[in-house]
């Protein structure tokens, strides 16, 4: 089972990135995927969650500006960023547990805001 993240980058404060999560030995259509992110000398905190059956949850300093999605053809989640700021800058990893109860993560993508 492997998970890669991609799409971060360095971006204005009030820019737009999409993250992918993209996965491979496992199916991410049938199973909870979590996006997540670790700020600088901070905790890992979850930003926003999609259920298998595509219900949507989001922490509430992203919420109305950020958007998790999937594409179940492609085997991914996505999550869209906009409006972003100084404060969201942090290490994006997206995370999946199957019914066995085993916890998978990817790598991780930087993403950095600043001007």
């Known amino acids: 089972v492997q998970l890669v993240e991609s799409g971060g980058g360095l971006v204005h404060p009030g820019g737009s990135l999409t993250l992918s999560c993209a996965a491979s030995?496992?199916?991410?259509?049938?199973?909870?995927v979590g996006w997540y992110r670790q700020p600088p000398g901070k905790e890992r905190e979850l930003v926003a969650g999609i259920t298998s059956g595509n219900s949507t949850n989001y922490v509430d300093s992203v919420k109305d500006r950020f958007a998790i999605s999937r594409d179940k053809t492609k085997n991914t989640v996505y999550l869209q960023m906009n409006s972003l700021e100084p404060e969201d800058t942090a290490v994006y990893y997206c995370?999946?547990?199957?019914?066995?109860?085993?916890?998978?993560w990817g790598q991780g993508t930087q993403v950095t805001v600043s001007s």
């Open positions: 030995g496992i199916s991410l259509s049938i199973y909870g």
């Open positions: 995370q999946t547990t199957s019914w066995e109860g085993n916890d998978y």
